[in-house]
């Protein structure tokens, strides 16, 4: 298992950090400083993942910016200083975002243009932190959304990874597919391009838990429910169903697994939130199943916020 073996095993998320955030100078700088990483550390884990958006990394005419780089190098550095590997997601690129809720970004899955963006993006990343690949990995994006973008999006991770091999050849990268990194869109991806390759999942199943009252998830759930953990059928078997089709598909080519997102909103009580994490624990563990919860803070999903003070060494035993 390559995740498990380079150090990518049990991860959290750094969410609102360098993606879906005010972008602020503040933000930038205070929202994850070096302590967090020490606690991270302190855990037990071995990795986090940094979503970053674009805008971040670019100027609105693709120009680069050097201190969104500096960043993300300074980052990688607090990780590796505090024995944590770093996985570098790009969270939303130009012409596309997972999350039509809150962002306006589309056309990248018909542009040639916003695509050659998008892969002169990651040569400057491969070019810049491929001299990690031992501590560093890379997520080519954050969650495709609509089905009807796997053949255009096959073709482009084929065409990114090419290129990325240019610089960086021996960093791990992760691809998912479509319904936001579904497993069971896992399937529809292409066979690996090289050795390095590991596919991609989310799971916040069943959503009318992880999600109940959250207003980005209204079209799939009714706001104004409320569910506790006991009221559902959350079982060991309900997750190997939902896996099926992505572990089937990793066996046949011998890649891995990565759960790069999974996590309860602050609604549930912290109690259920541990119950949901055994559950889901016991299935990634069975299968190898390499995993980063979201999210280590706020987001509405936090596990450093306070409200899990009384759970929380109990939940970092399933994480």
């Known amino acids: 298992m390559i995740m498990k073996e380079k150090g990518f095993y049990r991860g959290v998320n750094l969410g609102g950090w360098l993606s879906q955030c005010s972008y602020s100078e503040d933000r930038l700088n205070n929202f994850i400083t070096e302590p967090d990483f020490e606690k991270i550390a302190s855990w037990g884990l071995d990795h986090v993942r940094i979503?970053?958006?674009?805008?971040?990394?670019e100027n609105e005419d693709g120009t680069y910016k050097d201190d969104g780089f500096d960043r993300l190098d300074?980052?990688?550095?607090l990780a590796k200083k505090y024995g944590l590997n770093t996985i570098i997601d790009l969270h939303k690129t130009a012409g596309f975002s997972?999350?039509?809720?809150?962002?306006?970004?589309?056309?990248?899955?018909?542009?040639?243009?916003?695509q050659e963006r998008f892969y002169r993006l990651w040569e400057k990343l491969a070019e810049r932190f491929g001299k990690y690949s031992e501590n560093v990995a890379f997520?080519?994006?954050?969650?495709?959304?609509?089905?009807?973008?796997?053949?255009?999006?096959?073709?482009?991770?084929?065409?990114?990874?090419?290129r990325i091999r240019e610089y960086a050849p021996d960093t791990v990268i992760?691809?998912?597919?479509?319904?936001?990194?579904?497993?069971?869109?896992?399937?529809?991806?292409?066979?690996?391009?090289?050795?390095?390759?590991?596919?991609?999942?989310?799971?916040?199943?069943?959503?009318?838990?992880?999600?109940?009252?959250?207003?980005?998830?209204?079209?799939?759930?009714?706001?104004?429910?409320r569910y506790s953990f006991d009221e559902l059928d959350i079982t060991p078997?309900?997750?190997?169903?939902?896996?099926?089709?992505?572990?089937e598909k990793a066996k046949q080519y011998g890649v891995d697994i990565y759960c790069g997102e999974y996590g309860v909103i602050d609604v549930a009580t912290p109690e259920d939130t541990v119950k949901w994490f055994k559950v889901i624990n016991s299935v990634f563990e069975k299968h190898g199943i390499a995993r980063a919860a979201w999210s280590y803070k706020q987001m509405d999903f936090g596990i450093s916020?306070?409200?899990m003070d009384g759970v929380r060494d109990e939940l970092l035993k399933y994480l």
């Open 51 to 57: 979503p970053v958006d674009y805008n971040v990394l």
């Open 74 to 77: 300074n980052a990688v550095k």
């Open 98 to 114: 997972f999350d039509d809720y809150s962002e306006n970004e589309h056309g990248f899955f018909e542009s040639e243009k916003y």
């Open 139 to 162: 997520e080519l994006l954050n969650e495709v959304t609509d089905k009807e973008f796997i053949g255009v999006w096959n073709k482009v991770i084929h065409e990114c990874i090419k």
């Open 174 to 225: 992760l691809v998912g597919s479509y319904w936001n990194n579904s497993p069971e869109a896992v399937k529809d991806l292409d066979p690996p391009y090289d050795e390095k390759i590991v596919y991609n999942i989310h799971c916040y199943s069943p959503i009318q838990f992880t999600h109940q009252g959250a207003p980005w998830a209204q079209a799939v759930i009714k706001l104004e429910e």
């Open 237 to 247: 078997e309900y997750f190997e169903k939902q896996f099926t089709n992505a572990l």
């Open 305 to 307: 916020d306070s409200r």
